[in-house]
T-cell receptor, first 119, second 111 residues
Framework: GAVVSQHPSWVICKSGTSVKIECRSL??????MFWYRQFPKQSLMLMAT?????????EQGVEKDKFLINHASLTLSTLTVTSAHPEDSSFYIC???????????????FGPGTRLTVL | AQSVSQHNHHVILSEAASLELGCNYS??????LFWYVQYPGQHLQLLLK??????LVKGIKGFEAEFIKSKFSFNLRKPSVQWSDTAEYFC?????????FGAGTTVTVRA
């Protein structure tokens, strides 16, 4: 149980284009999903917290107009990197946390990540 | 804001050796503590977690961790490692419903 998927697993795009990454909780409902960014040989940095049906909360220094997050259902959150530039190239990882009613809401389950390369 | 520090950047050891990875956090309030593992080419997986109760927590694959509140530490241990334990290990602290990760420790187990 507690499986999280991401699509695509990797994407290459041209500078100036937008890229959408999907995060799905496959066998549980996730009130909250999180988006992280991981640079090579470094740790995960939280970008934003996404709550179903409401606006995402962004961490300091993360441009909300550049990284658009939508969490329209209890099993799907999307991250759209708008007007991507080479410096946005990174590994983007999502995680999902179950609903409070499940009794397991304090643990995050991670997706496999999406490798974004902007040329 | 909370922070997490992992003392070892890269650990190399032989099979059957014992492993201990250090993790310290800075946060004065109630925290939940986690160790995650990332095998080569795979996603983060939960090894074990501590919320309350017995400070010695047992996880999957023979790993355990001890929470020492006075030292703000949550060190990970395994008595005898296997080649398959080669991976990146991350300590994480959950405070205010957000996870903060340590920088990670690369563990290489030589056969």
């Amino acid at each position: 149980g507690a499986v999280v998927s991401q699509h695509p697993s990797w994407v290459i795009c041209k500078s100036g284009t937008s890229v959408k990454i999907e995060c799905r909780s496959l066998d549980f409902q996730a009130t909250t999903m999180f988006w992280y960014r991981q640079f090579p040989k470094q740790s995960l940095m939280l970008m934003a917290t996404s709550n179903e049906g409401s606006k995402a909360t962004y961490e300091q220094g993360v441009e909300k107009d550049k990284f658009l997050i939508n969490h329209a259902s209890l099993t799907l959150s999307t991250l759209t990197v708008t007007s991507a530039h080479p410096e946005d190239s990174s590994f983007y990882i999502c995680s999902a946390r179950e609903t409070r009613a499940s009794g397991r809401w304090d643990t995050q389950y991670f997706g496999p990540g999406t490798r974004l390369t902007v040329l | 804001a909370q922070s997490v520090s992992q003392h070892n950047h890269h650990v190399i050891l032989s099979e059957a050796a014992s492993l201990e990875l250090g993790c310290n956090y800075s946060y004065g309030g109630t925290v939940n503590l986690f160790w995650y593992v990332q095998y080569p080419g795979q996603h983060l997986q939960l090894l074990l977690k501590y919320f309350s109760g017995d400070p010695l927590v047992k996880g999957i694959k023979g790993f355990e961790a001890e929470f020492i509140k006075s030292k703000f530490s949550f060190n990970l241990r395994k008595p005898s490692v296997q080649w398959s334990d080669t991976a990146e290990y991350f300590c994480a602290v959950n405070a205010h419903y957000k996870l903060s990760f340590g920088a990670g420790t690369t563990v290489t187990v030589r056969a």
